[in-house]
C-alpha cells in the first residue's frame, strides 16, 4: 500500500486475502495437501500435478473408502460438488475454472471442515471447560 492507501486501510477484499494467505502460507506443510495427495494422489495418471478431483475419484477414494459412506451416489456426490463450487474463496485459492464434475482441494478442504460433510462432529464445536 501506499501512504495514502495505507491511511485508508485495507479493504474487505485485501483483508480475505491476507488472512486466507497467513492460514494457508504458515504451515511448512500444509495439512490439507497431505490429506489431499493421500487420498487423490499428487500425479494424475497423465504425469501433470493433480489441481483437482473428478467426482467419480471422489466417490470412490474418498467417500467410499475413506468414509465408509457406501450408500453414497454419484448424484450424491454432484450434489455436494454443486454446493463447493457456489462458495466464494478469495481470488487468490480460486484461480482454476469451475467444472460441475471437480472441485479443487481449497473446496475439498472446505468441505472437510463445512457442517455437510458427515464426519463432522458439531459437539466439537461447543464450548468444554474440561479442555481448557
Excluded at 477414494?61 to 474463496?89: P, S, Y
Aim: net charge positive; glycine share 4%.
Amino acid at each position: 500500500l501506499d501512504r495514502k492507501m495505507r491511511r485508508q486501510g485495507l479493504t474487505f477484499e485485501q483483508t480475505c486475502t491476507l488472512l486466507h494467505k497467513i492460514k494457508r502460507d504458515s504451515w511448512q506443510v500444509k495439512p490439507i495437501n497431505t490429506y489431499w495427495n493421500k487420498l487423490f494422489g499428487e500425479i494424475m495418471k497423465n504425469g501433470k500435478p493433480r489441481q483437482t478431483v473428478s467426482d467419480t475419484t471422489f466417490l470412490t477414494k474418498f467417500l467410499h473408502k475413506k468414509q465408509g459412506e457406501v450408500n453414497a451416489t454419484l448424484e450424491d456426490v454432484r450434489r455436494i460438488f454443486q454446493h463447493l463450487n457456489e462458495f466464494e474463496l478469495p481470488h487468490i485459492a480460486d484461480g482454476l475454472p469451475k467444472d460441475a464434475t471437480r472441485i479443487d482441494k481449497n473446496r475439498f478442504e472446505a468441505f472437510l471442515l463445512a457442517e455437510d460433510n458427515d464426519a463432522f462432529d458439531p459437539r466439537r464445536e461447543q464450548y468444554d471447560e474440561r479442555l481448557m
